[in-house]
């Protein structure tokens, strides 16, 4: 029996960013942490008592082990205040020992006899013995200099070649006596190899080197870190098997994951694995616990940490993703990159650099520099807030800090909350809700609904702080305000703020209050039946919704204002049931802006003023002239208050940005005049719109002046030109700039929104 000391303080800025959340000991290989390794090989040659030094990140080695205790061992942690070097650390762990004391990092793997190495060490009456190893590069070691006896004349730190008379390395793992460890001195940094050994060397005590032919290696770096997991599969270390060994080479934690895929050897699967068809993973290749590979992917001489995902077709060689990393379809990461734990590589992107933790490059970019600091780029608000994928970028755990950052820019008022119905909408709603609280808010939880429903809410119950989770092709997350209207800059920088600093941090008996109003979705329908007075009887209508909730309550309503559901036009609602867009099956489909145009022409009839987002069609200011009616336009994310008046007019006129509130009154209109949906459309002016968005190689906003003849610049530029106007929009991220195209016709609108694009195109390539 022996003490032992493991040397697990070390912050390992040579793994950057694999190490920038979690010790170096507790980098995984395999599926394990490194100094689970260290455990065994101490366990097998009959270590009891072990003494752990902490330095860096010590929560995270006392949790894990802490929850896994090993039988038969002692295992004692000791942090330090300071940094105390590697003697220093082990004089601070022991001050008094009669027996000799092993040392050893946390950080290497290997699979040394130590039993016979002590054995060595007692026979020499050592008293200090250094476990060496020969390598093929002692360039990178600090070398050991012994005769045929073991007794150490000198050492040699990180040669050249020229002066690598040895190729024996110093492991960094030691045998030490009594009476070495009495000369450290006590609260002092001290290292064994640059301090202690070489007075001991120079006094003329007696210094032995042992050398073991064993496997070791010591992960200083990235590629050491790579390399280690490829030898462990290939049966170089003589290590605790890694799980069941399927076939040479093929190692699984449980169980084979279902799918047509391939597997070369040497590779690793952990547990709950999911690996789409085509996908080829390996030779060399590790994939941790709950791991998602898309279809088609390519996964070569790679690390995956728990959690990481690759998409469709991506492409990795020679890359690491730590814990929650993603790189996304068609991605490409070359051998060197590492995504820091939850770290996003976008899709179509190269990535032969490293980035660190939670940071993102963006889709279609080449990045060869590191990428440390800055803003996270994909948490930023876009024209929809927050996008993502969920289980990607939106994860329960970024939605409870989002909540979070949310109540701490709202500084404690209270917050409304609610999100479509979608598949896993609901436990991102419940950490949305966690994370509010947190940070001292009460939410007032609309639970179900769509955007038009939180935008009532808000105003019945006067709130001026609200987020909308909406589902479709991804998630989004939307900050908005009161009315539901968007959230203005100054809102968004105080929650992007709050989401990379610091957040509020409340006492249990400051969490802020969840009070369910689902309720008011009668108060809700009861808003939207006000809005067909007459009822609908006689008319029949079938509607389409993205939302089943959606679905269910503009049905239910139809019902009750008498309306069939049978025949008759098809009222499409998207996912956030903003946009209708109405389908004739004789005459085709009318869409969203021309819906909305139906909707404002019955409302300039009535003496009503109109306030709708900057963006919304020029056409319809002809139209409110012609109808002597009185258009209003709000920024959508306004930096100052220049919007105001927009806004307040556009807080008690929700009809604009619901989709259900359009189709009533819509049909109530058919109730009243008899005319069938195309007979409305006649009367409006002719006028089609064409969006596309156009990539920018630089900065959009260099380009917005340089583009034409400018009618306007507030929101964008809009652009008067032969035969119709364009809108040109920096996108809010700056990947590019979105185009609106008018005209009287779709043909001539695709033609001027083509020939602005070109337009950009080569400004951009000027640039």
């Known amino acids: 029996m022996f003490q032992t000391v493991i040397l697990a303080g070390g912050e390992g800025t040579r793994l950057r960013p694999l190490t920038c959340d979690l010790p170096k000991p507790m980098a995984p290989l395999c599926g394990r942490p490194a100094m689970d390794y260290i455990l065994d090989l101490l366990e097998?040659?009959?270590?009891?008592?072990?003494?752990?030094?902490?330095?860096?990140?010590?929560?995270?080695?006392?949790?894990?082990?802490?929850?896994?205790?090993?039988?038969?061992?002692?295992?004692?942690?000791?942090?330090?205040?300071?940094p105390l070097g590697t003697a220093g650390s082990?004089?601070?762990?022991?001050?008094?020992?009669?027996?000799?004391?092993?040392?050893?990092?946390?950080?290497?793997?290997?699979?040394?006899?130590?039993t016979a190495a002590l054995a060595f060490h007692r026979s020499r009456n050592a008293d200090a013995t250094l476990l060496v190893k020969r390598v093929e590069d002692p360039r990178e070691y600090g070398l050991v200099l012994a005769g045929e006896d073991?007794?150490?004349?000198?050492?040699?730190?990180?040669?050249?070649?020229?002066?690598a008379v040895t190729d024996l390395a110093n492991t960094g793992i030691y045998i030490v006596s009594p009476r070495a460890l009495s000369m450290i001195p006590t609260g002092e940094n001290t290292d064994f190899a640059k301090d202690l050994f070489p007075v001991m060397l120079r006094t003329g005590m007696a210094l032995y080197a042992y050398e073991d032919l064993g496997y070791w290696c010591d992960i200083g770096d990235l590629d050491s870190y790579r390399l280690c997991q490829k030898e462990l599969m290939?049966?170089?270390?003589?290590?605790?098997?890694?799980?069941?060994?399927?076939?040479?080479?093929?190692?699984?934690?449980?169980?084979?994951?279902?799918?047509?895929?391939?597997?070369?050897?040497?590779?690793?699967?952990?547990?709950?694995?999911?690996?789409?068809?085509?996908?080829?993973?390996?030779?060399?290749?590790?994939?941790?616990d709950s791991c998602r590979i898309g279809a088609g992917a390519r996964v070569e001489d790679s690390i995956l940490h728990d959690g990481a995902f690759v998409g469709e077709g991506a492409h990795l060689s020679g890359a690491i993703l730590c814990q929650g990393a993603s790189a996304e379809a068609k991605a490409v990461l070359e051998e060197g990159a590492v995504l820091g734990a939850h770290a996003t590589v976008g899709r179509g992107a190269s990535l032969r650099a490293k980035v660190w933790p939670g940071r993102r490059v963006e889709a279609g970019e080449t990045l060869s520099a590191d990428r440390k600091k800055g803003h996270p780029g994909w948490a930023s608000f876009g024209e929809q807030g927050l996008c993502g994928e969920i289980g990607v970028e939106i994860t329960p755990?970024?939605?409870?800090?989002?909540?979070?950052?949310?109540?701490?820019?709202?500084?404690?008022?209270?917050?409304?909350?609610?999100?479509?119905?979608?598949?896993?909408?609901?436990?991102?709603?419940?950490?949305?809700a966690s994370g509010l609280r947190s940070a001292g808010s009460d939410v007032a939880d609309f639970g179900k609904g769509v955007l038009g429903f939180l935008s009532y809410g808000m105003q019945f119950c006067a709130l001026s702080w609200g987020v909308y989770l909406g589902g479709g092709k991804g998630v989004s997350l939307r900050l908005?305000?009161?009315?539901?209207?968007?959230?203005?800059?100054?809102?968004?920088?105080?929650?992007?703020?709050?989401?990379?600093g610091e957040l509020a941090r409340r006492s249990g008996d400051s969490f802020g209050r969840r009070e369910t109003l689902a309720g008011l979705q009668g108060f809700y329908q009861g808003e939207l039946k006000k809005l067909a007075p007459q009822g609908l009887g006689g008319l029949s209508a079938r509607v389409q919704a993205q939302s089943p909730g959606a679905q269910r309550l503009?049905?239910?309503?139809?019902?009750?204002l008498g309306c069939g559901l049978s025949g008759g036009p098809i009222l499409l609602l998207d996912s956030s049931g903003e946009h209708l867009t109405i389908l004739e099956e004789e005459w085709g489909a009318i869409p969203a802006y021309r819906a909305l145009a139906l909707?404002?022409?019955?409302?300039?009839?009535?003496?009503?003023?109109?306030?709708?987002?900057?963006?919304?069609?020029?056409?319809?200011?002809?139209?409110?002239?012609?109808?002597?009616?009185?258009?209003l336009r709000y920024l959508c994310c306004p930096a100052d208050d220049s919007d105001r008046k927009a806004r307040q007019s556009a807080r008690d006129c929700l009809w604009p940005r619901d989709g259900m509130m359009q189709a009533l009154l819509l049909l109530a209109r058919q109730k009243r005049t008899g005319e069938d949906f195309f007979q409305m459309v006649l009367g409006l002016p002719s006028f089609e719109l064409v969006s596309r968005q156009v990539a920018t190689k630089g900065s959009p906003a260099r380009l917005m002046q340089r583009l034409g003849p400018v009618e306007g610049m507030v929101e964008g530029v809009t652009l008067s030109l032969k035969g119709g106007r364009v809108l040109a929009q920096p996108d809010r991220r700056g990947r590019g700039i979105r185009l609106y195209a008018e005209a009287v016709n779709a043909e001539a609108a695709a033609e001027l929104c083509e020939d602005v694009a070109r337009r950009i195109a080569a400004l951009s390539e000027e640039d």
């Open 150 to 163: 073991g007794r150490i004349g000198g050492f040699v730190e990180k040669p050249s070649f020229g002066q």
């Open 397 to 432: 755990e970024f939605c409870a800090r989002f909540g979070a950052a949310v109540a701490t820019a709202a500084k404690g008022e209270p917050v409304a909350l609610c999100g479509g119905d979608f598949p896993g909408g609901e436990p991102l709603l419940d950490a949305l």
């Open 234 to 288: 290939a049966g170089l270390c003589a290590c605790r098997p890694l799980g069941m060994e399927l076939e040479r080479g093929i190692y699984l934690k449980e169980t084979m994951p279902a799918g047509a895929f391939t597997l070369l050897p040497p590779v690793y699967l952990g547990e709950n694995v999911t690996i789409g068809p085509g996908a080829v993973i390996g030779p060399g290749t590790v994939v941790g």
């Open 480 to 500: 908005v305000t009161s009315g539901g209207l968007p959230a203005t800059r100054p809102m968004e920088r105080s929650v992007e703020k709050a989401l990379t």
């Open 44 to 82: 097998r040659h009959g270590a009891k008592e072990v003494f752990v030094t902490l330095g860096y990140r010590p929560q995270a080695i006392t949790g894990y082990y802490t929850d896994r205790p090993r039988t038969g061992m002692d295992l004692r942690f000791v942090e330090e205040d300071h």
């Open 90 to 114: 082990v004089k601070n762990a022991c001050p008094n020992i009669e027996d000799p004391l092993l040392v050893i990092s946390g950080d290497a793997l290997c699979d040394f006899d130590l």
């Open 554 to 560: 503009l049905e239910d309503t139809l019902c009750q």
């Open 599 to 631: 909707c404002c022409e019955e409302a300039f009839a009535c003496g009503e003023t109109v306030s709708l987002p900057f963006e919304a069609p020029r056409a319809l200011d002809d139209l409110a002239k012609e109808r002597d009616g009185h258009l």
